[in-house]
């Protein structure tokens, strides 16, 4: 199978990047705006070409030979218009408007892969009828099979609530298949026992869908499924089960704070020594063979988190923004698409694509 080509577009630090080169796709062409997340590409992607401006990459892609050798165009817009945190001016806004570049950028350089991220305001913003308008506009401009579903980071590997919604949309013929699907070897499963969360998809303006897919873009008929996995409860739709992947961390979900559970750790080495006690820096927990350390709560705090935590929250290497400024990393993270839900969503295009390529044949 050839290895797909990728252009990332409002590349931030390079969420989607790294999670589609962890998928085997390589990346061609990043485009970002930002001065300081260009400095972070440069260092870790040096030789993939940059644009700084996704409203001139049209002329750009023409001078990088770009047109007809990419496979996927990927990107998460600008949230701003759309969330639910803001003043919700829609795709009419300045920011989230970018969404029609986007579109123009994948339509110009003939890929037949487009994967938009967004929060899911978006799918109630205006009522809906925005993202109405983006799947219309997709259709319009040729991307005929067209799915979308809200992804939770907590699942994917990384300690914290993150729910961001995919879109995906191919230009060929791929029938009734769905790409965003759970296959094994792709699969991130919650634990066995753990409730398994399901919504259904509604027509657009109907309330907020949480996925669904489209083929007969005359009618946009929209079929129901089941999206990824979350904790739920019966009583409570928001419930968050925390995972044991992190004991030192609890996320709180409200767009200010993280609280950190302070652990104090001692040895069980037994003798008459005194119980050696320390405080746990890092999100990483280790041990130390036949006397592993035992946590104990000693006391709960607030703090902020460091610019490593954010990192490892998000799925990237350690350090990969430390050429920065603390105030940017923080920042950059908080713009990031979580590397490993961007790694499923580039594995499961390409079991897609490899075999759209097989029954073209």
């Known amino acids: ?173 791929i029938g009734r298949r769905q790409v965003l699907t759970e296959s094994e070897g792709l699969r991130w499963n919650p634990p066995q026992g753990r409730a398994t969360g399901q919504d259904i998809a509604g027509t657009l303006g109907a309330g907020t869908p949480s996925g669904g897919w489209a083929s007969d873009t005359e009618r946009m008929t929209f079929v129901p499924y089941v999206k990824a996995r979350r904790a739920q409860s019966e009583d409570d739709y928001e419930t968050w089960e925390p995972r044991a992947v992190s004991p030192t961390l609890n996320a709180f979900d409200n767009g200010t704070e993280t609280r950190a559970t302070v652990i104090s750790f001692y040895s069980t080495g037994g003798g008459n020594d005194a119980p050696a006690r320390g405080i746990s820096p890092t999100v990483k927990v280790g041990s130390a063979g036949s006397a592993a350390p035992v946590a104990v709560m000693e006391d709960t705090a607030v703090r902020r988190l460091t610019p490593l935590e954010c990192e490892r929250l998000q799925g990237f290497p350690d350090n990969w923004t430390d050429l920065c400024a603390d105030s940017h990393r923080y920042r950059q993270m908080g713009n990031a698409v979580t590397v490993n839900v961007a790694r499923y969503v580039g594995a499961c295009i390409g079991v897609a694509d490899s075999n759209l390529s097989v029954t073209t044949l």
Not at 31 to 56: G, M, R
Not at 62 to 83: A, H, M, N, R, Y
Not at 84 to 104: E, I, N, P, Q, T
Request: charged share 20%.
């Open 1 to 173: 199978m050839d290895t797909l080509r990728f252009v990332s577009l409002f590349a931030g630090v390079g969420g989607f990047d790294l999670g589609f080169e962890q998928a085997g796709m390589e990346c061609i062409g990043q485009v970002e705006i930002d001065a300081k997340a260009q400095s972070v590409l440069s260092a870790h992607f040096p030789d993939v070409p940059k644009h700084d401006d996704v409203t001139t990459a049209l002329e750009w892609a023409d001078e990088q030979s770009l047109i007809g050798k990419t496979d996927v165009v990927c990107g998460g817009f600008p949230c701003q218009d759309v969330s639910v945190a803001g003043k919700r001016s829609g795709l009419a806004g300045a920011r989230s408007g970018l969404f029609w570049d986007a579109l123009a950028f994948a339509q110009t350089v003939e890929a037949r892969w487009l994967v938009l991220e967004n929060v899911p305001g978006l799918l109630s913003s205006n009522e809906g009828r925005d993202f109405g308008v983006v799947i219309s506009a997709m259709a319009d401009a040729g991307y005929s099979h067209i799915e979308w579903r809200v992804l939770d980071s907590q699942f994917f590997g990384v300690p914290q609530r993150r729910r961001r919604v995919f879109i995906v949309g191919c230009s060929a013929d």
